[in-house]
């Protein structure tokens, strides 16, 4: 008699079919917006450093990237970002030092000063990329706009989609997104199989990626030789660099705290986005042109001039990025840490290679990102992920799965670059 009541074996594929299916339209909606705000604000971005790096100072007749103009256009960003923190309705959103990847939906009245601040900061040379206040901004108008157009849906499903679809617009896949996901997503028990839950946010990521793919057509790659045959020489150099590099970020990681105490001191955001702004300029003055910006072009000069760098100015360029990023994240520029981290972990790795030439650049490069980004964001797999579609070579991924093990051990439990609300360092 037991059998007469033993459920039908198409039964649960059928009720998760109906539960899924409509879950696809406003997957695809949040997915595309997502990343058409992305594009938006990336090109206003790039039309905008344009007239402040070139147009201007041609004008003038000042160097694009002297060391003056480098001082002035950053404390003048400063000031500019300054104001918007300080008079525009919101405050651009809260202090960006205690804020990581997504959140708590903010008010849509912060949106707009929120993304001003961004765009001017990614202009003006601001070492800071635009993922977090991108993804901030996408989460708070999905989540409002969801809420009034389908009240029943839980808000943590907006989120969601405006998370996953953003992700997968920045990097230009949905991967990215999925394995971003994962890690939360598996951390909730009993809420039923992975790829449910998993469904609906990658529908926003394709439609994301896709968008982004078919309007811009990122890339990732970054020139680097590419790795054939690995031998037992590549998985040593992956295991031994990518847990220096570790060290390494978990430098910005030690300091962020003390720095962003001292320009929490100040109090106000006209004393201390102007007096970040200088000091950027200052560091920028002493690094070069290549360190300013959110650094994923800079990367890629980077990479192609491999071979022609002294390892002197690529240690120059390393610790210049670095500085300059826990400087533009203490002071309270708005703007993300994941593509700063990719320079610094490039410069990093290009020092090893021009110290041990044996090295082969693919691996120097993807095992050093590879170990700052763990440092820096805690992400495991979006760590991963960014050092082997660097190297866009498929022989690199089984190194870096191996690099992975000892850099973690190394940065589990130490300070992250993020603090609590009250200004200490995340563990």
Same mark, same amino acid.
């Given at each position: 008699?037991?059998?007469? &009541?033993?459920?039908?074996?198409?039964?649960?594929?059928?009720?998760?079919?109906?539960? %899924?299916?409509? $879950?696809?339209?406003?997957?695809?909606?949040?997915?595309?917006?997502?990343?058409?705000?992305?594009? !938006?604000?990336?090109?206003?971005?790039?039309?905008?450093? =344009?007239?402040?790096?070139?147009?201007?100072?041609?004008?003038?007749?000042?160097?694009?990237?002297?060391?003056?103009?480098?001082?002035?256009?950053?404390?003048?960003?400063?000031?500019? *970002?300054?104001?918007?923190?300080?008079?525009?309705?919101? =405050?651009?959103?809260?202090?960006?030092?205690?804020?990581?990847?997504?959140?708590?939906?903010?008010?849509?009245?912060?949106?707009?000063?929120?993304?001003?601040?961004?765009?001017?900061?990614?202009?003006?040379?601001?070492?800071? !990329?635009?993922?977090?206040?991108?993804?901030?901004?996408?989460?708070?108008?999905?989540?409002?706009?969801?809420?009034?157009?389908?009240?029943?849906?839980?808000?943590?499903?907006?989120?969601?989609? +405006?998370?996953?679809?953003?992700?997968?617009?920045?990097?230009?896949?949905?991967?990215?997104?999925?394995?971003?996901?994962?890690?939360?997503?598996?951390?909730?028990?009993?809420?039923?199989?992975?790829?449910?839950?998993?469904?609906?946010? %990658?529908?926003?990521?394709?439609?994301?990626?896709?968008?982004?793919?078919?309007?811009?057509?990122?890339?990732?790659?970054?020139?680097?030789?590419?790795?054939?045959?690995?031998?037992?020489?590549?998985?040593?150099?992956?295991? *031994?660099?990518?847990?220096? #590099?570790?060290?390494?970020?978990?430098?910005?990681?030690?300091?962020?705290?003390?720095? &962003?105490?001292?320009?929490?001191?100040?109090?106000?955001?006209?004393?201390?986005?102007?007096?970040?702004?200088?000091?950027?300029?200052?560091?920028?003055?002493?690094?070069? &042109?290549?360190?300013?910006?959110?650094?994923?072009?800079?990367?890629?000069?980077?990479?192609?001039?491999?071979?022609?760098?002294?390892?002197?100015?690529?240690?120059?360029?390393?610790?210049?990025?670095?500085?300059?990023?826990?400087?533009?994240?203490?002071?309270?520029?708005?703007?993300?840490?994941?593509?700063?981290?990719?320079?610094?972990?490039?410069?990093?790795?290009?020092?090893?290679?021009?110290? *041990?030439?044996?090295? &082969?650049? +693919?691996? #120097?490069?993807?095992? +050093?990102?590879?170990?700052?980004?763990?440092?820096?964001?805690?992400?495991?797999?979006?760590?991963?992920?960014?050092?082997? *579609?660097?190297?866009?070579?498929?022989?690199?991924?089984? %190194?870096?799965?191996?690099?992975?093990?000892?850099?973690?051990?190394?940065?589990?439990?130490?300070? $992250?670059?993020?603090?609590?609300? $009250?200004?200490?360092?995340?563990?």
């Amino acid at each position: 008699m037991a059998t007469d &009541h033993a459920p039908s074996p198409a039964a649960p594929v059928e009720a998760s079919a109906r539960l %899924l299916l409509p $879950q696809i339209l406003p997957a695809l909606l949040v997915g595309v917006g997502a990343s058409l705000l992305f594009l !938006g604000i990336s090109t206003l971005a790039e039309e905008f450093q =344009h007239v402040l790096w070139n147009d201007l100072p041609d004008a003038l007749g000042i160097g694009n990237y002297s060391s003056l103009w480098m001082i002035i256009m950053l404390t003048a960003t400063g000031v500019a *970002v300054g104001l918007v923190i300080w008079k525009v309705p919101g =405050h651009a959103g809260p202090d960006p030092a205690s804020e990581g990847l997504g959140g708590a939906p903010l008010a849509p009245g912060v949106v707009p000063g929120l993304l001003v601040a961004s765009t001017l900061s990614l202009a003006g040379g601001v070492s800071l !990329g635009p993922e977090n206040p991108i993804i901030a901004a996408n989460i708070a108008l999905a989540f409002w706009l969801g809420s009034k157009v389908a009240p029943v849906v839980p808000g943590a499903a907006w989120v969601a989609l +405006a998370s996953a679809g953003t992700i997968g617009a920045l990097f230009g896949t949905p991967v990215a997104a999925a394995l971003v996901l994962s890690e939360a997503l598996t951390a909730q028990p009993g809420r039923g199989s992975l790829w449910d839950r998993l469904f609906a946010p %990658l529908v926003a990521a394709g439609a994301g990626a896709t968008t982004t793919q078919l309007l811009a057509e990122p890339s990732f790659d970054v020139g680097l030789p590419p790795l054939t045959d690995p031998g037992y020489g590549d998985l040593l150099a992956a295991l *031994v660099i990518a847990s220096a #590099a570790a060290v390494f970020g978990l430098g910005s990681c030690y300091l962020f705290p003390h720095v &962003h105490a001292a320009f929490r001191r100040l109090r106000h955001p006209m004393l201390m986005l102007p007096l970040g702004g200088l000091l950027l300029g200052l560091l920028g003055a002493l690094g070069g &042109h290549l360190t300013l910006f959110k650094g994923l072009a800079e990367t890629k000069d980077l990479a192609a001039g491999v071979g022609g760098w002294s390892s002197g100015e690529l240690a120059k360029f390393a610790v210049v990025k670095l500085l300059a990023l826990v400087v533009a994240a203490s002071c309270g520029f708005r703007g993300g840490r994941i593509f700063p981290a990719v320079f610094i972990g490039a410069a990093f790795g290009l020092f090893v290679q021009a110290l *041990v030439p044996e090295v &082969h650049p +693919a691996v #120097a490069v993807s095992s +050093a990102v590879l170990g700052v980004l763990l440092a820096t964001t805690r992400q495991g797999w979006i760590s991963l992920f960014t050092g082997a *579609v660097l190297a866009s070579s498929p022989a690199m991924l089984a %190194l870096l799965c191996l690099a992975s093990l000892p850099a973690w051990l190394i940065v589990t439990g130490r300070p $992250q670059l993020e603090l609590d609300h $009250q200004g200490k360092a995340l563990r």
